[in-house]
């Protein structure tokens, strides 16, 4: 088995699904400019990726290793290839639901597949958390791709214009050389499921892990950073726009400093958990993320529209407010890896099947009451609620780092192990 070229076709498939997942924000924008939709009618486009992502990892996370990881990530793969092309071919917002259904659909199967196909690959935990860390750096890197991918296909002179949906050509032929390169990458799945169990005792053993009180504080940690994170990814774009006032290619385009940011600190958080604990390191990430939010809203005021706007005469809360994307980064990878490396191998795809569902309430939670409150007040009201899922991910993780040394000495079948830092 190769594991560099299984690497590169797991870092390939997440490339693709970075640019989709988070294209939300975006096709959000243009769908309220190209279709007449309204903001709160928009915002179900979250809800249509998120719902299905939840729905799917709970009836199929626990049977994934009995299908494959392989076959599950192609899978993945030939539905959203097929939904891109859908896209330019049969314009409309129930085609964007359309979509994000598909999206969601195949995330579920291909985030399981690939998180469990990272137990597969990493010889100690060390190693795990340096591969979940690139694997997240390398999503980033996708989201801020994908931002300046649709920035391109974006017509600012005419918001009622559908050119943008010619992306989705480029996007469908991503998926299928991703398909390709995945199909011809051999892959050993032994030791991921525990023979004689049946599918009804694989399914009920993965409810029971949340019964732990170390699992249960983990999704709720996960359900809360999520909540945020896609609480402004989400609407960044429309924050540009309507609060301060950047065209609605501009605006796309500055939301990439915001994913920027997260690959730059996901990328290099790797470096940083290998000399100190993760505990105060996501604590200080946290308390900079609130005194951003505190310190940069402010610079929002009253900005008025220029005409002649340009990245030279922008409102500086344009670069500064999506620098929160830097601080937010580790926080992720780093309780995934805490509590995956904790389990068996065999136990990694029902825990990550856990971890998604509540990733995606997180992030539908997140999207819908950030647009609500978008639409009732203003976007600076919307963005400063973040406050309190900030506080509550503190706390979260004052009790998370408690139950990991508490429980994370061993795992769930009995194993001694070492607890993870």
């Given at each position: 088995?190769?594991?560099?070229?299984?690497?590169?076709?797991?870092?390939?498939?997440?490339?693709v699904?970075?640019?989709?997942?988070?294209?939300?924000?975006?096709?959000?924008?243009?769908?309220?400019?190209?279709?007449?939709?309204?903001?709160?009618?928009?915002?179900?486009?979250?809800?249509?990726?998120d719902?299905?992502?939840?729905?799917?990892?709970?009836?199929?996370?626990?049977?994934?290793?009995?299908?494959?990881?392989?076959?599950?990530m192609?899978?993945?793969?030939?539905?959203?290839?097929?939904?891109?092309?859908?896209?330019?071919?049969?314009?409309?917002?129930?085609t964007?639901?359309?979509?994000?259904?598909?999206?969601?659909?195949?995330?579920?199967?291909?985030?399981?597949?690939?998180?469990s196909?990272?137990?597969?690959?990493?010889?100690?935990?060390?190693?795990?958390?340096?591969?979940?860390?690139?694997?997240?750096?390398?999503?980033?890197?996708?989201?801020?791709?994908?931002?300046?991918?649709?920035?391109?296909?974006?017509?600012?002179?005419d918001?009622?214009?559908?050119?943008?949906?010619?992306?989705?050509?480029?996007?469908?032929?991503?998926?299928?050389?991703a398909?390709?390169l995945?199909?011809?990458?051999?892959?050993?799945?032994?030791?991921?499921?525990?023979?004689?169990?049946?599918?009804?005792?694989?399914?009920?053993?993965?409810?029971?892990?949340?019964?732990?009180?170390?699992?249960?504080?983990?999704?709720?940690?996960?359900?809360?950073?999520?909540?945020?994170?896609?609480?402004?990814?989400?609407?960044?774009?429309?924050?540009?726009?309507?609060?301060?006032?950047?065209p609605?290619?501009?605006?796309?385009?500055?939301?990439?400093?915001?994913?920027?940011?997260?690959?730059?600190?996901?990328?290099?958080?790797?470096?940083?958990?290998?000399?100190?604990?993760?505990?105060?390191?996501?604590?200080?990430?946290?308390?900079a993320?609130?005194?951003l939010?505190?310190?940069?809203?402010?610079?929002?005021?009253?900005?008025?529209?220029?005409?002649?706007?340009?990245?030279?005469?922008?409102?500086?809360?344009?670069?500064?407010?999506?620098?929160?994307?830097?601080?937010?980064?580790?926080?992720?990878?780093?309780?995934?890896?805490?509590?995956?490396?904790?389990?068996?191998?065999?136990?990694?795809?029902?825990?990550?099947?856990l971890?998604?569902?509540f990733?995606?309430?997180?992030g539908?939670?997140?999207?819908?009451?950030?647009?609500?409150?978008?639409?009732?007040?203003?976007?600076?009201?919307?963005?400063?609620?973040?406050?309190?899922?900030?506080?509550?991910i503190?706390?979260?993780?004052?009790?998370?780092?408690?139950?990991?040394?508490?429980?994370?000495?061993?795992?769930?079948?009995?194993?001694a192990?070492?607890?993870?830092?």
């Amino acid at each position: 088995m190769n594991n560099q070229r299984i690497l590169l076709s797991l870092f390939a498939i997440y490339l693709v699904f970075a640019i989709l997942l988070n294209s939300v924000g975006t096709v959000i924008l243009q769908v309220i400019n190209s279709y007449g939709v309204s903001k709160s009618a928009a915002s179900v486009l979250e809800g249509f990726k998120d719902i299905p992502i939840g729905i799917v990892s709970f009836l199929v996370a626990s049977q994934l290793p009995r299908f494959g990881f392989k076959r599950a990530m192609l899978t993945g793969l030939g539905i959203v290839t097929a939904a891109c092309l859908c896209m330019p071919l049969l314009p409309g917002f129930w085609t964007a639901k359309l979509l994000f259904l598909c999206v969601g659909v195949s995330f579920a199967l291909v985030k399981v597949a690939v998180y469990s196909s990272i137990g597969l690959l990493a010889g100690d935990r060390k190693e795990h958390a340096g591969m979940v860390n690139t694997l997240e750096g390398v999503f980033m890197v996708g989201v801020l791709g994908g931002y300046w991918l649709f920035s391109a296909f974006i017509d600012s002179a005419d918001p009622t214009s559908t050119a943008w949906l010619n992306v989705y050509w480029v996007l469908a032929g991503i998926c299928a050389l991703a398909f390709v390169l995945l199909w011809t990458t051999e892959m050993d799945e032994s030791g991921t499921r525990v023979d004689g169990d049946s599918p009804l005792q694989e399914f009920f053993a993965m409810l029971r892990l949340v019964a732990k009180p170390l699992v249960c504080i983990y999704v709720i940690s996960a359900f809360v950073y999520v909540l945020i994170e896609q609480g402004i990814g989400t609407w960044l774009p429309t924050f540009n726009n309507e609060i301060l006032k950047l065209p609605a290619a501009m605006s796309v385009q500055a939301t990439s400093i915001f994913a920027a940011g997260l690959a730059v600190g996901r990328l290099g958080a790797g470096a940083i958990m290998r000399r100190m604990h993760w505990y105060p390191v996501l604590n200080s990430c946290l308390l900079a993320m609130a005194a951003l939010v505190v310190l940069t809203l402010p610079l929002a005021d009253n900005v008025q529209a220029n005409p002649e706007i340009n990245w030279l005469n922008a409102p500086v809360a344009a670069f500064i407010l999506p620098l929160i994307g830097l601080f937010m980064a580790p926080i992720y990878p780093a309780i995934n890896s805490v509590m995956l490396s904790s389990l068996p191998k065999h136990q990694h795809s029902a825990m990550t099947g856990l971890l998604v569902i509540f990733s995606a309430l997180g992030g539908t939670t997140g999207s819908l009451i950030t647009g609500s409150v978008f639409e009732a007040y203003d976007g600076q009201f919307a963005f400063y609620l973040s406050l309190v899922p900030i506080g509550m991910i503190l706390l979260s993780l004052y009790f998370f780092r408690r139950a990991v040394e508490r429980d994370g000495g061993a795992d769930f079948t009995g194993v001694a192990a070492s607890a993870p830092h």
